[in-house]
């Protein structure tokens, strides 16, 4: 099989430009949405009704990850990524052009929640169709390297959303931005998605899934047919997608939330501080992925857990006690370990499961563990540290997630280059 061209590997990776945008946007924007949309509650109640309205659209992740996966195992992995965008797309342009609550009362919040568990479904299908048309359309001795382009261009993505969120707040009164000015980024990106899905009709598709179909070796029933063969390799799948999830939803996106409802730095000055930390992902991403392709995934998987465990804790007592400076480099270092993980998870989750039922295992193992470790966790986070008063609170989340998941990165072989 011959890998594939470069402007189609260059057309999947940058996609997920598009996902991440709008997923992290909304974090971004948490506390404007909840005056916008929640306006009857109290600041703290309404910064968690949108919250928690985050975390019930990441649970739809797995349903569209499943439906997604069946697609994809039995009729290419082209089509289900244009499917996939095209929902992504009209359900972006939907929430630029809702009604506010001002203007139709409860129903404005009810329809943006409702829109995001609709963005969440088509997501489920989105990053596992790229993970996995990235790896079986990349040369095996840059596998790491290629699929860890995913997790840098998503990145590329939030750093994307923390930019036009930054400007849209820092240049709008108060007024302006509640009335309509929320509007800007998601018509900003429904148009990147609509670019996007037109992109894509360019694409090939992936030679491993080609070759498998011609063979007349697609499984009847994908979902299945992983449960039956592949159970361990879905578990380890789950452990990695967990840790890289936990880090990356409360070591990035949720920090811009942590600082603004504590008081500590302003809603421009959060957002800043995202941009930043954005770009340090971005940098890291690549070189780690290059460091799998050269020293194995399970090398680079087990020192990142250890770092988990022991590091985050002290960085939200930074972060808790933030000067300026002092959040800058918490949140720098948060970012560099997330983006780490995410940069090697990519693939090493992909290459639990072979090509024939490889998405409907990612939905079982990895996009079940994103929905519980990624959406729930800012929520969970916000209300710990409500209740207990102990702001190290998502430190020591990920640091158990990181120790739980330990063992079995320890005891994880690396995938034969043939496989």
């Not at 931005?177 to 694409?203: C, E, N, Q, T, Y």
């Not at 009847?220 to 967990?242: M, N």
């Amino acid at each position: 099989m011959h890998p594939l061209d470069r402007r189609s590997l260059a057309l999947a990776a940058l996609s997920t430009v598009v996902e991440w945008y709008d997923f992290t946007l909304f974090l971004y924007m948490a506390t404007v949405l909840s005056r916008v949309f929640f306006p009857g509650e109290t600041p703290d109640a309404a910064i968690l009704t949108a919250l928690l309205g985050f975390a019930v659209a990441y649970l739809m992740r797995p349903a569209g990850a499943l439906v997604f996966g069946h697609f994809g195992d039995r009729h290419g992995r082209r089509a289900t990524l244009l499917a996939s965008m095209g929902l992504m797309t009209g359900a972006m342009l939907l929430t630029a052009m809702l009604p506010t609550a001002a203007q139709a009362g409860p129903l404005a919040g009810a329809a943006l929640l409702g829109l995001r568990c609709v963005m969440g479904f088509a997501v489920g299908g989105e990053y596992t169709g790229v993970v996995a048309y990235l790896l079986e359309g990349a040369p095996r001795h840059r596998r790491g390297l290629v699929t860890s382009l995913a997790a840098a261009t998503s990145e590329v993505g939030g750093l994307l959303a923390a930019g036009v969120a930054a400007l849209t707040v820092s240049l709008l009164p108060a007024a302006q931005l509640d009335g309509w000015g929320w509007r800007i980024p998601f018509f900003v990106g429904a148009a990147l998605a609509g670019l996007i899905l037109l992109a894509r009709s360019a694409m090939a598709e992936s030679p491993e899934f080609a070759a498998n179909r011609d063979a007349g070796t697609l499984p009847r029933r994908p979902l299945v047919h992983a449960l039956t063969h592949h159970r361990a390799g879905v578990l380890r799948g789950f452990a990695i997608s967990a840790l890289g999830s936990i880090t990356y939803y409360v070591g990035i996106t949720y920090v811009p939330v942590f600082l603004t409802s504590s008081g500590r730095l302003s809603e421009a000055q959060s957002l800043q501080l995202a941009t930043i930390a954005a770009l340090a992902v971005i940098v890291v991403t690549p070189f780690v992925g290059l460091v799998s392709d050269r020293f194995g995934r399970r090398a680079v998987l087990v020192p990142l857990a250890i770092l988990g465990a022991t590091v985050p804790y002290f960085l939200f007592g930074l972060l808790a006690g933030a000067s300026r400076s002092e959040a800058m480099m918490a949140a720098v270092l948060l970012a560099v370990l997330a983006g780490g993980v995410s940069a090697v998870g990519a693939v090493a989750t992909a290459e639990q499961v072979p090509a024939e039922g490889r998405l409907s295992g990612l939905a079982l193992g990895a996009t079940t563990a994103t929905a519980l470790f990624g959406g729930l966790t800012p929520w969970l986070a916000q209300v710990l540290i409500a209740r207990t008063g102990a702001e190290t609170a998502p430190g020591i989340m990920i640091a158990v997630v990181a120790l739980c998941v330990l063992p079995i990165l320890a005891a994880m072989r690396d995938v034969p280059e043939e496989t």
